[in-house]
């Protein structure tokens, strides 16, 4: 083939749909999910993106002040 051909991905779905895939690709494949405060989806750094996701660490186990 010869020519430059490009081809554009267009995802009409709503914002809604686009929303849940995002956070059931962290649930499904994602370590650190439970612990997670923004649900990045593809784009998370543990799942081979480049944005780096927001752990809460205060809610993990066994890491808060005993009474």
């Known amino acids: 083939m010869k020519g430059n051909s490009q081809v554009v991905i267009v995802d009409s ?3 809604w749909m686009k929303k849940e ?3 059931m690709a962290c649930l499904t494949r994602c370590p650190v999910a439970r612990h997670c ?3 990045l989806g593809a784009d998370c750094k543990h799942l ?3 944005e780096i996701p927001r ?3 205060a809610v993990r186990k066994g890491k808060g002040k005993r009474k």
């Open 13 to 15: 779905r709503p914002e």
């Open 21 to 23: 895939d995002r956070v």
């Open 37 to 39: 405060s923004v649900r």
């Open 48 to 50: 081979g993106g480049t």
């Open 55 to 57: 752990i809460n660490r």
